[in-house]
């Protein structure tokens, strides 16, 4: 299956993405905030990342922006996981490379569908 990049300063909500993946197969990294996700995804083999906005050090756009020059992950599914659910903000989001967007708080089944979606294109 993936290995996924869960990015949030929320251990919560690291540890509800490790839940919902782990079961289906899925290695889940996880990163508490922008600068430690930029760092691991440049580390490591990842088919795809999940990514909050509001975080200290980076946030989410300006993690996505950096990602996406880094050619191991230039083409890899990021997808956006936010409390925010402003049209000007997911517009930045997909502007800056983020491939889809689910707003917290999110059900394990949605997530499941988008992952799955994300990781067969």
Same mark, same amino acid.
């Given at each position: 299956? $993936?290995?996924? =990049? #869960?990015?949030?300063?929320?251990?919560? %909500?690291?540890?509800? *993405?490790?839940?919902?993946?782990? /079961?289906?197969?899925?290695?889940?990294?996880?990163?508490?905030?922008? $600068?430690?996700? =930029? #760092?691991?995804?440049?580390?490591?083999? %990842?088919?795809?990342? *999940?990514?909050?906005?509001?975080? /200290?050090?980076?946030?989410?756009?300006?993690?996505?922006?950096?990602?996406?020059?880094?050619?191991?992950?230039?083409?890899?599914?990021?997808?956006?996981?936010?409390?925010?659910?402003?049209?000007?903000?997911?517009?930045?989001?997909?502007?800056?490379?983020?491939?889809?967007?689910?707003?917290?708080?999110?059900?394990?089944?949605?997530?499941?569908?988008?992952?799955?979606?994300?990781?067969?294109?």
């Amino acid at each position: 299956m $993936a290995t996924v =990049l #869960a990015v949030d300063d929320s251990p919560s %909500i690291r540890q509800m *993405i490790k839940i919902v993946l782990g /079961p289906a197969g899925h290695t889940v990294i996880e990163a508490e905030d922008g $600068a430690q996700g =930029l #760092a691991k995804a440049k580390a490591e083999a %990842i088919n795809l990342v *999940i990514t909050d906005l509001n975080m /200290p050090v980076m946030n989410g756009i300006e993690m996505i922006k950096q990602l996406r020059t880094v050619p191991s992950c230039a083409g890899v599914p990021i997808l956006f996981l936010s409390t925010e659910s402003d049209e000007t903000i997911k517009q930045q989001a997909k502007s800056a490379g983020a491939t889809g967007w689910i707003t917290k708080p999110f059900k394990p089944e949605q997530l499941l569908a988008v992952v799955a979606k994300l990781i067969r294109a």
